[in-house]
């Protein structure tokens, strides 16, 4: 078992910057592969980026180049760091851990979500 708990969204002007957090606990954060969700109204979840135990990042195309996924496994936490946002990066983002096995399998862990909204 695996709690997630995310913070650090909020409101931001476009071009603006925001770093999500997300802490866990109850297992070997070690041990999974974490992942960076988000979803607006209306739209299935989306991936936005991934990181292995070992530090292997993947992202989402539409991410690549702004957002950067890191972990701190003495902490048992994975942050997101979002550059450059644009309103179309509004939504609720979600952490979740999960395995990588050449494609990314979400685990039924989920934090509660943190809105995430970019508008002048």
């Known amino acids: 078992q695996v709690q997630l708990v995310e913070s650090g969204g909020g409101l931001v002007q476009p071009g603006g910057s925001l770093r999500l957090s997300c802490a866990a606990s109850?297992?070997?954060?070690?041990?999974?592969?974490m992942g960076w969700y988000r979803q607006v109204p209306g739209k299935q979840r989306e991936l936005v980026a991934t990181?292995?135990?070992?530090?292997?990042?993947d992202y989402a195309e539409s991410v690549k180049g702004r957002f950067t996924i890191s972990r701190d496994n003495a902490k048992n936490t994975v942050y997101l760091q979002m550059n450059s946002l644009k309103p179309e990066d509004t939504a609720v983002y979600y952490c979740?851990?999960?395995?990588?096995?050449?494609?990314?399998?979400?685990?039924?862990?989920w934090g509660q979500g943190t809105q995430v909204t970019v508008s002048s």
């Open positions: 979740n851990a999960g395995r990588y096995s050449n494609s990314y399998y979400p685990y039924d862990y």
């Open positions: 109850g297992s070997i954060f070690s041990y999974y592969t």
């Open positions: 990181i292995t135990g070992g530090g292997m990042t």
